[in-house]
């Protein structure tokens, strides 16, 4: 998990914008995932909100409910 930073120009000025990407490996690929703003949630919340797409992406929560 780490915190993303873009950089948006306008006629105005610049302004950054920083929100929680989290990734991990499907097979050959690489899975990068959006979680949210960093100004909404902490990284804690979004270290949870990570494990939680992580584990429905892999298939997890189906495995432990069937046991």
Excluded: P
């Excluded at 780490?2 to 302004?15: D, L, P």
């Excluded at 050959?28 to 992580?54: C, W």
């Amino acid at each position: 998990m780490w915190k993303m930073e873009k950089v948006k120009q306008s006629r105005k000025g610049s302004k950054t914008y920083s929100y929680w990407m989290a990734s991990w490996r499907e097979g050959n690929k690489t899975r990068n995932v959006h979680l949210g703003s960093s100004r909404k949630m902490d990284a804690e919340a979004a270290r949870q909100k990570a494990r939680e797409r992580k584990a429905e992406a892999l298939g997890i929560r189906a495995m432990a409910a069937e046991r």
